[in-house]
């Protein structure tokens, strides 16, 4: 059993930063490969990064359209923990930001992948 604690969201505006958290439970974190979705109310959850747990195993990290060049995935196995840089936030990244784990390496990008997810954190991005 996986458990995820998502932490870092908050009420910002157009053009600012923030950095989301994901702390995961177990001792098989580095072996999984971890997701960042986000979910808007009234839309369905979609897809921003994931990152494979294991290298060299010719999986790479994933972003969405939406998000390249302003959002980066990033991991410490030293501290079970994914994090997402945010940069540049716009109105339109307003949503819930939930991580996920899952033991593939491959299909990243579908949540229908994905073992265990947190309980979300909220990031609202105001004009």
């Known amino acids: 059993q996986v458990q995820l604690v998502e932490s870092g969201g908050g009420v910002v505006q157009a053009g600012d930063s923030l950095r989301l958290s994901c702390v995961a439970s177990g001792r098989t974190f580095s072996n999984r490969s971890m997701g960042w979705f986000r979910q808007a109310p009234g839309k369905a959850r979609e897809f921003v990064t994931a990152i494979p747990g294991i290298p060299g195993t010719g999986s790479t990290i994933y972003y969405a359209d939406s998000v390249k060049g302003r959002f980066t995935v990033s991991r410490d196995n030293t501290k079970n923990t994914v994090y997402l840089q945010m940069n540049s936030l716009k109105p339109e990244d307003t949503a819930v930001y939930y991580c996920?784990?899952?033991?593939?390496?491959?299909?990243?990008?579908?949540?229908?992948?994905?073992?265990?997810w947190g309980q979300g954190t909220q990031v609202t991005v105001s004009s």
């Open positions: 996920a784990a899952t033991s593939r390496v491959i299909g990243l990008s579908n949540r229908y992948n994905y073992d265990y």
